[in-house]
């Protein structure tokens, strides 16, 4: 998936509409693979590691402007499904 279908599935979960974030969405998406990357995970071109980033970029938008900050459950779910898949799949190759 390209940067620009990242940044356009991101809008569509955020309900925005037009180009004037785009800069700070990008922005976002980097961060949110650094921060999953941080996690210990290595994402892959999958729909899943896809839907991973982008949900990540828009927590992390999101919480600029709530009250509460802290990760959402689906998000923090998803994140260790997607770790401990990881790390089932290297325990089983050694």
């Given at each position: ?10 809008k569509?979960?955020?309900?925005l ?5 785009d800069?700070?969405l ?19 071109q ?37 770790l401990m898949q990881?790390?089932g799949?290297t325990?089983d190759?050694?």
């Amino acid at each position: 998936m390209t940067q620009d279908e990242r940044l356009t599935l991101l809008k569509a979960d955020l309900e925005l509409m037009g180009s004037v974030k785009d800069a700070y969405l990008k922005h976002l998406l980097a961060v949110a693979e650094e921060e999953i990357a941080r996690e210990g995970i290595k994402l892959t071109q999958t729909i899943s590691d896809e839907n991973l980033r982008i949900m990540y970029a828009a927590y992390l938008y999101r919480k600029r402007a709530a009250e509460i900050t802290a990760m959402p459950r689906m998000l923090r779910w998803a994140l260790n499904n997607r770790l401990m898949q990881q790390k089932g799949a290297t325990a089983d190759a050694t």
